[in-house]
């Protein structure tokens, strides 16, 4: 039973993830707009694509193949990577200061990194 929930969770998260994957490599100025950027010329428009864009694509598409393939291990770098941004958006708010937006993100960043960390753990240990 734990297994189904973990695969149903890591799937709605994979999507959340591809979204602003597609959003940020076919629709740059999209992206731009909903984080506030201000990309300078064809290589600001780029780093958006590179930089933003192709790592969400990646996550989801790893986190889609570990569910499906019950392969769980492969979940543990998505969720640290999840994980890292979320400590570096509560430190970028403690130096920069906090807005409604951020701790929203902070907040399903926390959830993405103990969802995916636990279903990196879990079905190791119960032998799934």
Not at 8 to 33: C, D, K, T, W
């Amino acid at each position: 039973m734990i297994t189904i929930l973990l695969r149903i969770a890591v799937v709605v998260l994979a999507l959340g993830m591809l979204l602003p994957g597609v959003v940020g490599v076919f629709r740059p100025e999209r992206l731009a707009e909903a984080l506030a950027l201000e990309p300078q010329g064809a290589v600001g428009w780029v780093a958006i694509r590179v930089l933003v864009g192709a790592p969400y694509i990646a996550m989801g598409l790893v986190a889609l193949y570990a569910a499906a393939r019950r392969h769980w291990a492969l979940l543990a770098p998505v969720a640290a990577i999840e994980g890292v941004m979320a400590l570096v958006r509560i430190g970028s708010g403690l130096t920069e200061g906090f807005e409604a937006a951020s701790v929203g993100a902070i907040i399903v960043e926390l959830v993405a990194c103990l969802v995916l960390s636990l279903a990196a753990i879990l079905p190791a240990r119960s032998g799934r």
